[in-house]
């Protein structure tokens, strides 16, 4: 039988592993922002697509960034932000390995390589978050 004591240990010890995917996440998502919004030009040209969408995905994922570190703050992140991370994450995995397959970015091959690298970066983003919850 565990005792009372070693029950609010255990429910009250810092979920670390779910905490830091969160802020592993933030660091690449809100780096990978700001790079979109200062370097787009550049960026743009290497990865053979117009430079026009990348401010505002820069704008959306530094935006994001902040918001997934926000969530990683407290000791035990709450389970309704961590689930909204997971889902966004998802949406976003989906959304750039069918960019990638389909054309639809116009990207060159390095292009489409960087959409679709993304994507399984971010889907096993989510999947590790997963874990993290259901550990915590």
Do not use: C, H
């Not at 592993?17 to 290497?46: H, Q, S």
């Not at 995905?57 to 994001?64: K, V």
């Amino acid at each position: 039988m565990t005792s009372p004591a070693a029950a609010v240990k255990a429910t009250t010890v810092p979920s670390t592993f779910l905490r830091r995917v969160l802020v592993l996440d933030a660091i690449i998502t809100g780096g990978n922002g700001l790079l979109y919004l200062f370097a787009a030009g550049p960026i743009a040209e290497l990865l053979g697509m117009r430079s026009t969408p990348l401010p505002a995905i820069g704008a959306f994922l530094t935006a994001y960034g902040i918001a997934v570190a926000v969530a990683a703050k407290p000791a035990r992140p709450a389970a309704w932000t961590t689930r909204l991370v997971i889902g966004t994450n998802i949406g976003w995995a989906l959304i750039s390995v069918a960019g990638a397959a389909s054309g639809w970015l116009e990207t060159n091959s390095i292009g489409t390589a960087w959409t679709a690298a993304q994507g399984f970066v971010v889907a096993g983003f989510a999947a590790l978050q997963w874990i993290g919850l259901k550990r915590s």
